[in-house]
């Protein structure tokens, strides 16, 4: 039996208070520690946020006052003050960063007593999410690494910039060639939310080191409430971040974009060190009967969500970034090592204040030591996590094949009809609701849509690929559910090396592999794709039959046809069935095959008159292409035809 979850422990020692941490006024700061198993506990304060430096100013003990939980208040101003709690146990004593910590210095080894109201950024009491009224599966999730955006130089932003949040806060860059760069790009594209790689303190990047070459997606956590320092100005004085991160956040919000964090409470970067297991012994951590630490993650631990105090601490850390960051949106990693109760509560707590805020994740079943009753979060316990997405690996293995080297749909992959039309309508046998759906071809894992596809189809030519890859963004930007870009797809991103080699796994591979080459948008294939996209976003946008929340709304409005091997067709209701809608039915066709397909709609049941196309295999978007008043439409090689009826 699991000693943290016997009657007698939880009685005892769970604590519901929301003052955990440094609680800072200008006329005192009170330490709240939880520390059951502690004998002693003290704080002990420092003037710098270096670990190992030999300046501290003085120490407290704390006081025992229930529940675990210890405390002490301290006089004075103490804001720009570092701390440790020195936590004394069967005679010895560990020294422990703070979990609630709100900012550190370098490295997270010192927490910071911080005034957060010092570091908001002018007008941030008046800084809103720009879309509040979007519902899901309106939303357009754009995903993104701080360093890919502007570590290359065509991206022409100010060099101290480069890799850091305030990176965000530049408007008018261009490339040398003119090509609209950074935020100006972001802004014009029609994503709803930038959803950037882990932001909150991780530990693969050497803080302290930043004149030196490093790279890390930051899957690694240290301190969950706390902006990571080599993405600021200044990783020493632990106000900066938190200010150039709302910073970052207030510029993006002005500019209309949405910001989703992606977090990682599933694992720690080490768990022995960690500082809630550093306070109490392996709380944090599940454990394998022999004593051992579970590892469904492969990163070493996994999270024991379970845990009552565990289980607060995440929920009290996305509630506290949503309050004091306005983020918009969470990307949880592997959060089918999380059990339903814990992510239902996040849900819960943060919509009740917050309901613009969306929640989505990697809901694969994964192999993880919990008590038996848990449900985990994933995939397949869909229906009992109904205000979180999941990300769907149907759709991406159909349109780009699965790893290690097969085809899709989009590169020449012979039957898979029927999983287009159960991807279209996103009625996948773990969950048929749109709106807790997304999709997706590529994201920073495994090889770039591009990637994949040349390597999958070497012989294919350049125009070819192309054709290969609208296809793919038009299925999963049109099909319903939510819609997931990975940074760059969508003007061909590649993951190369100086030797020309292909990468397929990044995570710390450097900038040259994984920066964002801005100055490919000069070259006219890259920004036609571009375009292409843009296009495909913008007509999803104009048509609420293709933005439909529920099971029942999908299955109802549209009708699925297979005309041939290759080729799909549905034809889409318009303005009777879909409150808002503008048009009086579409049509979209899938041609995957590498002949053009002649295609009578009324064969379909499709209604006579006249149709507008306003996307084909060349361009997509909200002008009209063409008029069709004959039955029969032409649907060139791998490509998408779309149309639409308008009154
Ligand atoms: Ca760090």
Known sequence: ???????????????????????????????????????????????????????????????????????VTVEGDLHGIYYTYLITRNGAETEACDPYAKTTGVNGRRAMVIDLERTNPAGWKEDRCPHPE??????????????????????????????????????????????????????????????????????????????????????????????????????????VRVREMKQMVKALHDNGINVVMDVVYNHVYDAESFCFNRIVPGYFSRMNADGSYSNGSYCGNDTASERPMVRKYIVDSVLYWVKEYHIDGFRFDLVGLLDVETINKITET?????????????????????????????????????????????????????????????????????????????????????????????????????????????????????????????VYI??????????????LRMKENEAGEIIENSYNASDYVNRLRWSDLEKQVYAEVSAYYRGLLAFRKKHAVLRMAAADEAAANIRYHKVSDGVVLFELAGRDCVKGEVSDGMVVIFNASTAAKKIGLCEYGASEGQW?????????????????????????????????RER
């Not at 890919?148 to 910039?161: C, H, K, L, V």
């Not at 996590?385 to 590169?411: E, M, W």
């Not at 049109?478 to 003007?491: D, S, V, Y």
Request: charged content about 25%; overall charge negative; hydrophobic content about 35%.
């Open 1 to 71: 039996m699991d000693s943290y979850m016997t009657e007698e422990f939880l009685r005892e020692y769970t604590y519901t208070g929301t003052d955990l941490g440094a609680v800072w006024s200008k006329e005192s700061t009170t330490f709240r520690v939880w520390a059951p198993m502690a004998q002693r506990t003290e704080v002990a304060l420092y003037k710098s946020g270096t670990a190992g430096t030999d300046d501290r100013i003085k120490k407290y003990a704390l006081k025992k006052e229930g529940q675990g939980v210890w405390s």
């Open 478 to 491: 049109l099909a319903q559910g939510i819609p997931f870009l990975h940074a760059g797809e969508e003007f």
């Open 134 to 239: 979007l519902r899901y599966t309106d939303m357009v999730l754009y995903e993104l690494h701080v360093r890919d955006f502007s570590m290359d130089e065509s991206a022409g932003i100010t060099p101290a910039y480069r890799g850091k949040f305030l990176a965000f806060t530049e408007r008018g860059t261009r490339t040398a060639k003119g090509a609209a760069t950074g935020l100006d790009y972001l802004r014009t594209l029609g994503i709803t939310h930038l959803h950037l790689l882990p932001l909150y303190d991780y530990g693969s990047v050497d803080e302290a080191r930043l004149n030196e070459p490093q790279f890390n997606w930051g899957y690694d956590p240290v301190n969950y409430n706390v902006p990571e320092g080599s993405y600021a100005t200044d990783p020493y004085h632990g106000e």
């Open 350 to 474: 943060v919509h009740a204040k917050y309901p613009h805020v969306i929640f989505y994740g990697e809901g694969w079943s994964m192999n993880t030591s919990v008590p038996e009753g848990v449900a985990l979060a994933t995939q397949r316990n869909a229906e009992k996590t109904p205000a979180f997405a999941y990300f769907s690996d149907n759709i991406r293995d159909l349109l780009a094949g699965r790893n290690g080297g097969s085809l899709g749909f989009v590169s020449g992959q012979s039957g898979c009809e029927e999983e287009v039309r159960a991807c279209f309508l996103a009625q996948e046998d773990w969950c048929p609701k749109p709106s807790q759906t997304v999709n997706y071809v590529s994201c920073h894992d495994n090889y770039t849509l591009f990637d994949k596809l040349r390597l999958t189809r070497p012989h294919a030519s350049m125009e070819e690929l192309v054709r290969m890859n609208k296809l793919a963004a038009a």
């Open 612 to 644: 507008k196309v306003y996307i084909n295999g060349r361009y997509a978007g909200t002008e009209v292409l063409d008029i069709v008043t004959k039955d029969t439409v032409t649907a060139e090689p791998v490509s998408a035809l779309v149309l639409v």
